[in-house]
């Protein structure tokens, strides 16, 4: 059965009209921001800006007492140590500063595509122990754990937004490379051989974090000009918050500071 030519005309501008409408609400009202960004990609060689962001994290309250871990029971890894091993869960260096806090930008980051380092982030056991203790690592970049023991390990990250896994690694065996695919701050580390083994994990997907060392201090360099929260991560003193704003080319300073 055929329809007669008249409807079929009618039809068509009736349509054109909807599509010309619906284009219109879409395009022109402004009234819903637009629900998906696509995220521009950036090349490794790129740089993302010249901004910098450095500083300290002091500690001001009492030194805690010293800690030792014991691992007198398993000889292969007491031998590997001159006299008693110092716990390392906070370190307060000679300055008076933290060790092993993982500063990092939380928020204010343009939304764009930041490419993983080729470079992978050593985890390496020696004397049963995780070396370094903190570590800040980018979605997609490898870790490399290496074993300098003569004992076996069984590494085991506790995850909660990637995958968790529990993997064996002989002695002075081959080079493990594993990557995490979400971001995560932080991801505990133990071995199920060693109870007192521990290593953290930060996992973002950008490339602005860094971990304090001996003398405190830590820089986040290459930013884009913007208003950032940056967070200072310490596994047992916790977490603290500074806003911070940088222009193009600038350099300022954020220091955070803790107490028990
Ligand atoms: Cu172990």
């Not at 029971?73 to 806090?101: F, I, R, S, Y």
């Not at 930008?105 to 764009?112: E, N, T, W």
């Not at 950008?206 to 991560?233: M, R």
Request: aromatic content about 6%.
């Amino acid at each position: 059965m055929m329809y007669p030519m008249a409807s079929v005309v009618k039809t068509f501008p009736a349509l054109a009209a909807g599509l010309i409408l619906l284009c219109a609400c879409g395009g022109g009202g402004g009234e819903k921001p637009e629900a998906k960004k696509e995220l521009t990609p950036l090349a490794t060689a790129e740089p993302a800006g010249d901004a910098i962001i450095t500083g300290k994290v002091a500690f001001t309250g009492d030194k805690p007492a010293a800690k030792t871990i014991s691992m007198d029971a398993v000889p292969a890894c007491a031998g590997q140590h001159k006299g008693p091993v110092p716990a390392e869960d906070t370190v307060v260096n000679p300055n008076k500063t933290l060790k092993n806090v993982f500063v990092y930008v939380k928020s204010g980051l343009p939304a764009r595509q930041w490419a993983a380092p080729k470079t992978p982030v050593p985890l390496d056991q020696k004397g049963c122990i995780y070396s370094p203790r903190v570590i800040g690592l980018m979605v997609g970049q490898d870790l490399e754990i290496s074993n300098n023991d003569p004992s076996m390990h069984n590494i085991h990250p506790l995850p909660k937004n990637n995958k968790e896994w529990n993997t064996s690694q002989a002695p002075k065996g081959e080079k493990m490379v594993r990557q995490f695919d979400k971001e995560e701050v932080m991801i505990r580390f133990k071995c199920n051989v060693h109870p007192w083994m521990v290593a953290w994990v930060g996992v973002l997907s950008h490339p602005f974090h860094a971990v304090t060392g001996d003398d405190g201090t830590f820089s986040l360099k290459g930013l884009p000009p913007g208003e950032y929260t940056l967070e200072a991560w310490h596994e047992k003193l916790g977490t603290q918050e500074i806003k911070v704003t940088v222009a193009a080319k600038e350099s300022k300073t954020a220091d955070f500071s803790y107490k028990n």
